[in-house]
């Protein structure tokens, strides 16, 4: 704390002191201090939800591209519904392995009690490496290469993609 006398003189604090003092005189600023920090709060944690969940719906408007792929190429016109449905989640688990090394499978066994399913628990780094592998996975689909060679270039593509995302400091400034 810091008194000057005179002209352009005062009593000046740091703003902690000066919050603090102010609290302890006038209880409407305490108030407004606590449900204006409360609302920073909440809007932070909205901000950050929001990105979250942006990312979550570009992986999924990927798969469309990726699903496409699937039923243009692999499905043949002539099976069931749910014959189909093992098809995709087959390939559903090529990316899953690819990129966390585990099916849907294996990920809800170790984490039985876990809300949602392995992507819900994606970091946004993750999600950026699937949403690009599903595009790339739709790519190799049409090029016709069999799954196991897709999963191999798919499983170096995302060791490659998290390498470099984790070393960068723009995905740090979306957290």
């Known amino acids: 704390m810091v008194s000057k006398s005179g002209r352009y003189g005062g009593t000046f604090a740091h703003r902690d002191i000066a919050f603090e003092f102010a609290s302890w005189i006038s209880p409407e600023f305490k108030l407004y201090l ?4 409360q609302r920073l709060k909440e809007d ?3 901000r950050l939800n929001l990105e979250w969940n942006l990312q979550r719906t570009l992986t999924k408007v990927n798969y469309r591209i990726h ?3 699937i039923k243009e190429k692999i499905i043949p016109p002539e099976i069931t519904p749910l014959q189909a449905s093992s098809i995709y989640a087959s390939e559903a688990d090529l990316l899953n392995v690819a990129l966390f090394g585990k099916t849907a499978a294996q990920w809800h066994k170790e984490n039985p009690d876990a809300d949602g399913n392995v992507r819900d628990a994606a970091t946004l780094e993750q999600l950026v490496v699937l949403s ?3 595009s790339i996975n739709a790519v190799l689909i049409h090029q016709g290469l069999p799954q196991g060679e897709r999963l191999r270039q798919l499983n170096a593509i995302a060791i490659t993609q998290m390498k470099s995302l984790l070393g960068t400091k723009q995905i740090a400034k979306l957290k």
């Open 67 to 69: 699903t496409d792929a």
């Open 132 to 134: 690009n592998m599903e």
């Open 44 to 46: 932070e944690n909205h």
């Open 34 to 37: 606590i449900t204006e920090f």
